[in-house]
């Protein structure tokens, strides 16, 4: 099985993320870390810790970086809830988290898997860029760093700032121009990786806990998205779910279309800050340091939503 790290700020689409790396049964999971972001950082490490008891997941889960390496912490209460799943409790694990810091465990897990772990990083790269940071060799030790972030498009966040590389840019501009091999799964991909809806809706209804705490989450997604969009169809609902897309090209080589090209963050001072600036005919001279997924199969991902759902029947 492939080693991997999650690194993320649970998060209904990080919670969905982590249920579809599990359920694909390729990788070796060997730890979820996390970090403030989508909500505070003491939410993110107990919902990634009951994530994984939920689904069996028998992993290290380790905090991290409590605030961005610029900045104060930015959270999105508004889209995941008051603690980042929906409102939805589940129950508490019994397995305390680890006591290393989240950037520990990735150099840790790098040097033990020598050369072969992949991080998928589904939040801001603030414990990535603290790991290179440390120890900038690191870049060369992980086979390779996927991450939900940035656009080659418009932002969510703002004009052109994508949540995660806007919360904390400087991270960003560390990791990507580390010399790590980095794949960007963008909004520009993310927003057509959408699960077909008669799937997605006779799957979220099947029996079964997870499936079941899954269900309630959607609810309040369905909920949270009507109330700025109005003609939103509860009945047909699917919600985009960008950190699933990254995870879901990773599971099937097949699902997103990615070429190399030079990116650059926009750090600081202008309006486009946290912006992901592709140079699509190389014009800057900068390495091509980042292979940028273009186009995503849906019809792949739906595929890859059946296999999740039949995982956690009755589980
Ligand atoms: C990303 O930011 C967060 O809201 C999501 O969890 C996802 O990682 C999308 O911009
Ligand atoms: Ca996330």
């Known amino acids: 099985k492939r080693p991997l790290i999650i690194d993320c700020d649970p998060g209904i689409d990080d919670f969905v993320a982590i249920l579809l790396a599990h359920s694909s049964q390729q990788f070796d999971i060997r730890a979820i870390t ?52 929906g409102g939805v409790q589940l129950p508490q694990a019994r397995r305390e988290l680890d006591r290393r810091p989240a950037w520990d465990i990735l150099y840790d897990e790098a040097c033990r898997c020598r050369g072969k772990l992949e991080i998928a990083a ?36 703002s004009a052109y700032g994508e949540f995660n590389i806007w919360e904390d840019p400087l991270a960003a501009d560390i990791v990507f121009t580390s010399g790590i091999d980095l794949r960007m799964v963008g909004l520009n991909c993310t927003a057509q990786g959408v699960c077909a809806a008669d799937v997605w809706q006779s799957g979220i209804h099947r029996p079964g806990a997870v499936l079941s705490k899954l ?5 309040y997604s369905a909920e949270q998205t009507r109330s700025w969009r109005p003609d939103t169809d509860i009945l047909h ?45 190389g014009v800057s001279g900068r390495p091509r340091n980042c292979e940028v997924a273009l186009q995503v199969d849906a019809a792949r991902i739906t595929e890859l939503y059946r296999q999740m759902f039949a995982f956690y029947e009755e589980r």
Request: include cysteine; charge should be negative.
């Open 34 to 85: 996390t970090l403030g972001g989508n909500v505070r950082p003491e939410y993110t490490a107990a919902n990634a810790r009951d994530t994984a008891a939920l689904i069996g997941l028998d992993c290290a889960v380790g905090a991290g970086a409590q605030t961005p390496l610029m900045g104060d912490l930015i959270t999105a209460e508004y889209v995941h809830g008051p603690t980042g799943l």
């Open 122 to 157: 589904l939040g801001p790269l603030t414990n990535v860029a603290i790991m290179l940071r440390k120890h900038p060799e690191a870049a060369f030790m992980i086979d390779k760093l996927h991450i939900m972030g940035g656009s080659t498009t418009v932002g969510n966040h």
């Open 215 to 219: 269900r309630q989450m959607m609810d």
């Open 237 to 281: 609902y699917v919600p985009e779910l960008p950190d699933a897309v990254a995870v879901a090209g990773m599971i099937d080589d097949t699902l997103l279309r990615c070429r190399r090209y030079p990116v650059l963050i926009e750090v600081s001072g202008t309006p486009s800050v946290g912006r992901t600036l592709v140079d699509w005919d």
